[in-house]
């Protein structure tokens, strides 16, 4: 293993690690917000607002932060400041408040739209060593470790407690406990900023156009569409809690279930992606598993607005699927199809585009929530089947580029 090679692989288990340590603290938190959020006093248009609020800040700030990240150059700065946000999850075992609480959880989001198009630079040039769906699949996989580890925390705390309903004593006890991975964190991310203070010397076969490709905005149209779709956890765990589907420590341990689903597939994902560009001869050939998304994002509100609790485990295990396949195939297709000077404007702009649709979907199913169930299974289902004329289109735009490179 040459030296470039070798420390490219470094950096991406460093940043596992970092991932590992930043999904404990955060996933953790997610798992329960939700329930959380209801013990506060809110309902579930508010708590569609706060996630849809805060996914659509925490990507859409992305289109700034990822554009002044290429400007600059500054990819370590935005990254070891976006991950010290972090510090806003274990402070929400401070408030009894509703509004603070959606405040510290928007903030979150906030502090991940900074380091996210930096880190994912700096994550895709060491990536192109070693294959980027193989490298983002390692990544993602070692991600869902933390995923795992910060659900179960809270599992834990509410079977340690036997009382049949859990008070806001336990939620803020686990929100407490998060300090010591955050502090690990803040530890590993320092630690690979000087291991690899210029992680450019790592990107091969570099390309230097100055304009993002046709295929590009195809990938955002249809990657808005297929997230718009997309029923985002707090409002499934709301679901879960408010129909009793669920007790309130099986709601986090499902959702660690479905992160280690996604951890596993995230290497099984990756893995294809990069054969079919390697069988097909062609940088954009992955983007096929995209097809993936949509058709299980489809199903998924069949199954997750059940009363039945055999049904919405099987939701919340193909959620985990989907999970893995956004988190994978997207953010290495991006590594694909952008030339470097263009990166982190090209990781913005799409997750602004995510923000807008997570925004858009998790306000209009909260509503619908509240109306129709059967209204909001079947315009989730229609909003998923806008998305494949653009994956359509992209597949012809990568043949067209086959037939004439």
Not at 114 to 124: G, M, N
Not at 306 to 321: A, C, D, E, R
Not at 363 to 375: D, I
Not at 391 to 400: D, N, P, Q, T, Y
Request: charged share 15%; aromatic share 14%.
């Amino acid at each position: 293993m040459d030296s470039h090679k070798k420390k490219a692989f470094q950096l991406i288990i460093l940043f596992g690690l970092v991932s590992l340590l930043g999904d404990t603290v955060y996933e953790g938190a997610r798992s329960v917000n939700g329930p959380y959020l209801k013990l506060l006093g809110t309902n579930a248009l508010a708590v569609g607002f706060v996630a849809g609020v805060g996914e659509f800040l925490g990507y859409g700030i992305r289109l700034l932060s990822g554009y002044f990240a290429d400007k600059t150059k500054s990819y370590w700065f935005f990254t070891i400041a976006g991950y010290g946000m972090l510090a806003s999850v274990p402070l929400l075992a401070l408030t009894g408040f509703w509004q603070i609480a959606a405040l510290l959880i928007v903030m979150e989001r906030i502090g991940k739209a900074l380091r996210s198009p930096a880190k994912d630079t700096i994550l895709s040039q060491a990536a192109k060593q070693v294959g980027t769906g193989f490298g983002f699949g390692l990544n993602e996989a070692m991600d869902q470790i933390g995923a795992i580890a910060g659900p179960l925390l809270f599992t834990f705390i509410f079977i340690r407690d036997r009382a049949a309903i859990k008070g806001l004593a336990d939620y803020q006890h686990g929100y407490g406990l998060l300090w010591i991975p955050f502090a690990l964190l803040m530890a590993c991310v320092l630690f690979a900023y000087f291991k690899v203070p210029d992680p450019a010397v790592l990107e091969v076969k570099k390309n230097d156009a100055e304009k993002l490709p046709k295929i590009y905005w195809l990938y955002a149209g249809f990657s808005f569409f297929a997230t718009m779709g997309f029923v985002n956890f707090v409002l499934m765990a709301y679901h879960f809690k408010s129909k009793n589907v669920l007790s309130d420590a099986q709601i986090p341990l499902l959702y660690a279930v479905a992160m280690g689903i996604d951890g596993l597939a995230a290497l099984v994902i990756g893995k294809v992606y990069d054969r079919m560009k390697e069988k097909q001869k062609h940088e954009w050939a992955g983007i096929g598993t995209l097809l993936l998304i949509p058709v299980l994002s489809l199903v998924i509100p069949f199954l997750c607005f059940s009363t039945v609790p055999w049904i919405v485990i099987v939701s919340v295990l193909l959620w985990g699927i989907v999970m893995a396949a956004h988190e994978t195939i997207i953010r290495s297709a991006i590594a694909d199809i952008t030339p470097l000077k263009k990166r982190g404007t090209g990781y913005g702009i799409l997750n602004a585009a995510y923000g807008l649709a997570m925004l858009t979907g998790g306000v209009l199913m909260g509503w619908l929530y509240e109306r129709s169930l059967t209204t909001l299974v079947f315009g989730v289902a229609a909003i998923e089947l806008i998305s494949l004329p653009f994956f359509f289109a992209m597949k012809k735009e990568v043949l067209k580029t086959m037939v004439s490179p």
